[in-house]
């Protein structure tokens, strides 16, 4: 047994690395440019030579690292393939077969959403906990489920994927993903922002939004928390469409904790509260209890579940 473990969580700007000790102890992090050119082939070298620099560096034998785990931004199957990640620029990819021939190390490859979740669980706001929803609100909606402490990934890759479960029914304009009405498109930053817009398109209601030139997501939870009356008209909007369909996540999985994650998640309590008050009001009753939490671990919750995902 290897005392040892890398995580690894791949974005679309930079590959964040972490070497740890099997029980969780963060030993160093660091970061490399992700090098998406060429359909991304050099990614994983990338990955396998900043491994080697690190065991080099700190003289540490193969022999005492129990394995790498790495988390990918798209969908990722049991095996550890990759159908596509286009962020990244690959096609299919057997990433868990390639970093194992590059390192010799054992290798394990989740969806990076998913080993947030699972990082989240470990050693973040749901630390100890078997059962848990993570939603990520950034740039999209992500999510991860972890069932017995374990991810759920399903049959090809989409565990999880409570961005793209449907809330509007008669949406006219398409998600990135080719459907419409997906949650993604109205919680995520770019949904808050296209929420906002209709909302202040529809009326005429005095707001601090108004004389904004190019509204961000972070003007609407600011203003939001400054008691705007039009921007707590927004969040109730956004807050619904999450509380509701957490509500349904929660009645498949009963989870101790749904923790919410990714950038607009900085907005802190004032946007749990509004998430909360929903959830509770759509949760079945055995579940309404369930505690709706920030997550702790940042941009760290990647590389502490990729070194779960391989112990």
Not at 4 to 10: A, P, S
Request: aromatic residues 4%.
């Amino acid at each position: 047994m290897g005392s040892y473990c890398f995580g690894i969580d791949v974005g679309g700007t930079t590959v964040k690395c972490g070497l740890f000790q099997t029980d969780g102890t963060l030993v160093d992090k660091w970061e490399i440019p992700t090098r998406t050119e060429n359909k991304g082939e050099n990614i994983l070298p990338d990955v396998a030579n900043a491994i080697n620099l690190k065991l080099e560096e700190k003289k540490i034998d193969k022999a005492d690292v129990e394995g790498v785990g790495i988390g990918i931004p798209g969908p990722i199957n049991s095996k550890g393939e990759a159908a596509c990640a286009v962020n990244l620029y690959w096609g299919f990819t057997p990433v868990a077969q390639i970093l194992h021939d590059l390192t010799g190390l054992k290798a394990k490859a989740g969806n990076d959403a998913n080993v947030a979740a699972l990082g989240e669980a470990w050693k973040g706001a749901a630390a100890g906990a078997q059962n848990v929803i993570l939603v990520t609100l950034g740039t999209g909606v992500g999510g991860g489920i972890i069932i017995d402490g374990k991810i759920v990934a399903g049959a090809h890759g989409a565990g999880g994927e409570i961005g793209h479960v449907t809330v509007v029914q008669d949406e006219k304009e398409a998600c990135n993903c080719g459907n419409k009405g997906c949650l993604e498109q109205y919680a995520s930053a770019t949904g808050i922002v296209r929420v906002a817009g209709r909302m202040l398109a529809a009326s005429e209601e005095d707001s601090t939004l108004r004389g904004l030139q190019n509204i961000t997501a972070k003007d609407v939870l600011d203003a939001f928390k400054a008691g705007d009356t039009l921007a707590g008209r927004i969040m109730e909007c956004v807050g619904g469409l999450l509380g509701s369909a957490i509500a349904g996540f929660a009645a498949v999985v009963d989870p101790e904790a749904i923790v919410i994650g990714g950038g607009v998640s900085k907005a802190g309590q004032p946007l749990i509260d509004c998430i909360q008050k929903h959830y509770i009001r759509h949760a079945f009753p055995s579940c309404k209890e369930t505690p709706v939490k920030l997550a702790i671990l940042g941009n760290d919750a990647g590389i502490y579940g990729a070194a779960k995902m391989v112990l």
